[in-house]
């Protein structure tokens, strides 16, 4: 097992990159590139790095020159031999050959395209403009490289002793979560972390503890070179990127609202089973439930990802109920802000009720919450979204007033179409 203290002490004295593959990414980011490598190969899109946290002054923190070696490197990778074949090979969701040749024949051939960057205001501006199939892959990268730069700059200033008893203590606090999640009965759950992880080593340790400690509980995880190497499942379906690119580019109310049905009904013709997940709150759950043709109700299940999670739940048992389904056959993601006092409560109250499942993510990979001194390790809340595509603005509106993003207008449209009215606000947990 590598020793991640003195990984991180010899960051002081060479190069150390921080991706260096591009598997290591989420599983459904490779999914969703296939699906608009097919369905839209010609949409331009804008991805825009956004730190919801503006308390954590990112460019004050992270040096320009060493983010632009970092990002440099990324830009200089391409798939290995073995990562080809095990993307072409392996089953994926009881599936060979999840990815076609047409899009591994170009995904080969990938490098990424170049990116925009700026300082503003103590924060960076980073942005990636392109095909939506060639720029959406620098999201996961962008990420996980701010994320593990703001630690080291954190950690530059600790002795080797300092740093050791630091990581003894988050592991410590790591593995005091998962023996108590062996107590929590029926459990699934997998890792969710690679994008606000403290680093990927941290995430690889993490992952090797879950597998050690929970065994068959522990499902996968969603990092692609981390189920390569650790040989467990890659887990992951779709995310909220799709709807907000397909909305932005209906050119009438009517498409507009019809727009996140268009998504899953091209999501439906390439995948079955447990692929099959819909993610319903983009535009306000309800709404989309309401509307939702009957189709969708014997698809194979539904993530929670914003608002009070068991409300959520609860709108999902009731909307498979009225379609005449059997919840107790549905499976029910919970994915946002969790930790283990929430995953037990939640698996308490909806066991046998519908198939549980939990993607356990910025609290499980980067929880280095009071162990640095000021809380300067603690976590923080940075995303990168598309923010526009064919030249049109990007809209999301959340369960979560708070996590909504888009010019005012726009998101007053949106509300409009999709009838969302008052929402309760929740503070955003990373």
Same mark, same amino acid.
């Given at each position: ?79 290995? %031999? ?12 009881? !599936?060979?050959?999840?990815? %076609?040749?047409?899009?591994? @024949? ?17 924060? &960076? @501006? ?5 095909? =939506?199939?060639?720029?959406?892959? =620098? ?35 790591? #593995? ?23 680093? &990927?080593? #941290?995430?690889? =340790? ?60 091209? #999501? ?14 983009? &535009? ?35 909307? #498979? ?17 969790? +930790? ?26 980067? +929880? ?45 449209? &949106? !509300? ?10 929740? @503070?955003?947990?990373?």
């Amino acid at each position: 097992m590598v020793d991640i203290a003195t990984r991180v002490w010899n960051h002081k004295w060479k190069i150390d990159p921080i991706v260096r593959s591009l598997i290591d990414t989420d599983f459904y980011k490779l999914l969703m590139c296939q699906s608009i490598f097919r369905n839209h190969p010609d949409t331009n899109v804008t991805f825009s790095l956004i730190n919801r946290s503006k308390h954590v002054r990112l460019a004050d923190l992270v040096d320009e020159g060493e983010l632009r070696e970092q990002l440099d490197n990324i830009r200089s990778l391409s798939l290995s %031999r073995g990562e080809s074949t095990w993307l072409r090979g392996n089953t994926f969701y009881g !599936k060979r050959q999840m990815f %076609r040749p047409d899009f591994m @024949e170009w995904f080969e051939n990938h490098k990424l395209p170049p990116y925009h960057l700026e300082k503003r205001d103590g924060q &960076y @501006e980073l942005t990636f403009e392109g095909k =939506w199939h060639e720029v959406m892959l =620098w999201e996961i990268p962008a990420l996980s490289t701010l994320m593990e730069l703001r630690g080291r700059a954190v950690l530059k200033d600790m002795g080797r002793f300092e740093l050791q008893v630091l990581y003894a203590q988050a592991m410590t606090k790591v #593995w005091s979560k998962v023996e108590q999640l062996r107590d929590v009965p029926n459990l699934k759950l997998a890792d969710f972390g690679t994008r606000r992880r403290h680093s &990927y080593l #941290w995430q690889d =340790w993490c992952v090797q503890a879950l597998k050690e400690g929970l065994g068959d509980n522990f499902t996968g995880t969603s990092n692609c070179r981390i189920a390569m190497q650790r040989e467990i499942e890659a887990i992951g379906t779709n995310a909220h990127e799709l709807p907000m690119v397909y909305a932005a580019m209906a050119d009438t109310d009517e498409k507009l609202r019809q727009s996140p049905y268009d998504v899953l009904a091209d #999501w439906q013709e390439e995948h079955s089973g447990n692929l099959r997940i819909i993610l319903p709150d983009t &535009y306000g759950t309800q709404g989309f439930l309401d509307d939702a043709p009957d189709w969708l109700a014997g698809w194979t299940g539904m993530r929670i990802d914003s608002g009070d999670p068991a409300t959520g739940a609860e709108r999902a048992i009731d909307w #498979w109920t009225a379609r005449g389904e059997d919840p107790r056959k549905k499976l029910v993601i919970f994915s946002d802000g969790l +930790d283990v006092d929430k995953i037990a409560t939640l698996q308490q109250q909806f066991a046998g009720r519908v198939r549980v499942s939990f993607g356990w993510g910025t609290m499980l990979t980067n +929880d280095f919450k009071g162990l640095a001194p000021n809380d300067a390790l603690a976590p923080f809340s940075l995303v990168c979204k598309a923010v526009a595509a064919n030249g049109n603005p990007t809209v999301k509106l959340s369960d979560n007033p708070n996590k909504a993003m888009g010019p005012v207008e726009e998101i007053a449209r &949106y !509300k409009r179409v999709f009838g969302v009215g008052e929402q309760e606000k929740v @503070e955003v947990v990373v």
